[in-house]
């Protein structure tokens, strides 16, 4: 009587254990060598790979409650941030634009 709840709560922490295993990894990396910005994700397994040329991107911070950084370029727009405290991302757009301006 006891074994088939046994198997089905067994089953249910696999399956949860699989869904965190698989965000475990997440990263967003941001290089800025010369006069390009180069933003790499990896979110649930998907790796994206975005350049931008610094003479040309703009950022910007959004309004609303998650307040992420955006770079845009043209017809290209990503949103940067997402692993940064929300009370530290007015100073990361600050460091990340200073540090662009330098490098360009």
Not at 1 to 9: D, H, Q, R
Not at 25 to 41: C, N
Not at 48 to 55: A, Y
Not at 80 to 95: E, H, L, N, S, T
Request: charged fraction near 30%.
């Amino acid at each position: 009587m006891i074994l088939p709840f046994t198997i089905i709560e067994l089953t249910a922490l696999g399956i949860a254990l699989l869904i965190y295993a698989r965000h475990a990894l997440d990263y967003e990396s941001i290089a800025i060598d010369g006069s390009s910005v180069t933003v790499e994700k990896n979110i649930g397994g998907k790796l994206e790979r975005h350049e931008f040329n610094t003479k040309w991107l703009q950022l910007k911070q959004e309004e609303d409650g998650k307040r992420l950084i955006r770079i845009e370029q043209s017809d290209q727009e990503l949103p940067i941030g997402i692993f940064v405290p929300v009370d530290a991302r007015a100073q990361f757009f600050k460091d990340l634009r200073q540090q662009i301006r330098c490098e360009s």
